[in-house]
Structures are given as C-alpha cells and as structure tokens.
C-alpha cells in the first residue's frame, strides 16, 4: 500500500478554496476540482493547457523583465526593447499581444524599477514548480509552494518579496502573505516584506509586512486549506460520482470567464462553436 501523499499548500489552492474579500459570489468551487482533482482527464488536460491572451501577456513580460536584467546592457541601449522583443521572438504572437507587450517592455526600459537593486532571484516565470517547502510543526505538517517573481534586497537590509502583475489583475494581499511565509523559512535571519507591481500601469501596492503572531496565523490557516483540500480529493477518488457534491458549483454570469463552461454540466454559459 503507498504512503498517502502529503497536503500542500499555496496561493493558488488558497485562491481555489476561499474567494477574496468581496468575492464569494463569484466563487465556484467546482473549478477547484476540474483543476486539482479532474487535471489528468483528456478533456480538462486540454482545457487547462489553453493560454488565454492575459496569460500570454503576464509570461512574456515576466520573460522580458528577466531578459533586462539578464543581459543588463539592453538597459542602457537605445534598440534594448527590440533586442528584447527578438529574444522574446514576439513576432510569432497576435498583433494585440505584440502590442501590449512592446508597451510594458518599453515603459520598464524608461523607468526600470529594479535598477541598481541587489537582486537575489528573479525568475522567467515558465520554470514549473519551485521546490517545496516542508512545513513541520505538532499539530500538522504541509508542502508549501511558493513560485516567487523577484527577491530583492533593500538599502536598510530588508528582504524584498515583488510580484509582478499585468492587465487589470487585482492586488491579493494573500499571495503576499504566502510569499512571506516562504520567506521565513527560505531566508530565516532577515526580515521581509513584500509587495506588488502592475507593469503595464506602473503601480505599486503598499508595501506589506506582518508579525510573527500573523504569519503563525497564515500558517495554521494554509495548514487547515491543505487538509481540507487532501480530504477532499480522498473523498472523490472513493466516490467519483460525487463530484458535484465534494466541489459544489455556483453558476452564474461568471460561468462565461471559466475555462470548463463548455464540460461543466452546471454552467450557466456553454462556450459557442468556433464557427458559430
């Protein structure tokens, strides 16, 4: 008999089992099980493997961002986002695409945010998985995934946790809280704080710190997602007939934003034939 699989957690399960603040009725938590109990079926396999255009867009300027600072002369030459755009081969991508990221690697070469910072990662963002982290304690224990975008450190010393965003995605001050979790375990001797940057709008979020008591909270909470989350697949690999009642669907409007409106029995919107 194999060894259970040990829960794990991170940003993206948590987003999957809990809505953000205001959001409950746009939550569904069906979507939860096409993604992390259904993945290795044909049809969800297809489904999930599709890269919508944001998504697209959120890859290759994280790829341009690495590329910069990668190859740091492209920083000061004039033709240095061309030089970026051929390496990113952007060429082969939609006209809207092409456009919007030749927008957001033109802005970063005018106002590139990590100049001069002391980079300690900063990552392409189509590595996959980062390494767990194994989280050990008396009353549970967990994987946690952390996929960070840039680590940094600041002139006072401080650990610099940035994520970056594009489009009109929102600020989730969980995911920072995760990343700091991680941090506390990856970089244990200095203090850490983290934040957000939307390189198409070239905002910046507040910059976000928690206490120790805080990010015990955050643990103890991801611990509680991730054994939730290993119960209920255990509960649907027993009975797969009860899909539907161990991810119960919420249909509506925001049916027609979900990748699995067109396999979901309960969507509220079927995907239109290509030719319709």
Same mark, same amino acid.
């Given at each position: ?39 290795? $079926?044909?049809?969800? =396999?297809?489904? !999930?493997?599709?890269? &919508? ?5 959120? @890859? *290759?300027?994280? #790829? ?30 939609? $006209?809207?695409?092409? =456009?919007?990221? !030749?927008?957001?690697? &033109? ?5 590139? @945010? *990590?100049?001069? #910072? ?159």
């Amino acid at each position: 008999m194999s060894t259970p699989e040990r829960p794990f957690a991170s940003y993206h399960l948590w987003s999957l089992v809990a809505p953000a603040a205001g959001q409950q009725h746009l939550h569904c938590q069906m979507r939860r099980g096409f993604i992390k109990a259904r993945q290795h $079926e044909p049809q969800v =396999q297809a489904l !999930l493997a599709k890269v &919508t255009a944001p998504q697209r867009i959120g @890859l *290759l300027a994280q #790829k341009g961002i690495y590329e910069f600072h990668h190859n740091r002369n492209l920083l000061s030459q004039s033709d240095g986002v061309q030089k970026v755009a051929e390496l990113l081969k952007l060429d082969k991508y939609s $006209e809207a695409v092409q =456009q919007r990221v !030749l927008q957001i690697l &033109t802005q970063y070469h005018h106002q590139p @945010l *990590l100049s001069g #910072k002391r980079i300690l990662l900063l990552t392409r963002g189509d590595e996959g998985f980062p390494k767990p982290i194994w989280v050990e304690h008396k009353h549970y224990s967990f994987r946690l995934y952390a996929a960070m975008d840039c680590v940094f450190i600041e002139s006072n010393g401080a650990l610099h946790i940035l994520d970056f965003k594009t489009g009109k995605s929102t600020f989730d001050r969980r995911q920072a809280l995760v990343y700091l979790l991680a941090a506390r375990y990856l970089y244990p001797r200095q203090k850490a704080i983290a934040s957000f940057y939307n390189l198409e709008f070239a905002k910046k979020s507040d910059l976000i710190s928690v206490t120790r008591g805080e990010l015990d909270f955050v643990e103890f909470e991801l611990a509680t997602i991730a054994q939730k989350h290993q119960e209920d697949l255990q509960k649907y690999q027993q009975k797969i007939y009860k899909f539907s009642q161990i991810f119960p669907p919420n249909p509506g409007y925001h049916c027609k934003f979900c990748p699995f409106n067109s396999i979901c029995e309960f969507s509220a919107f079927k995907a239109l034939p290509k030719n319709a």
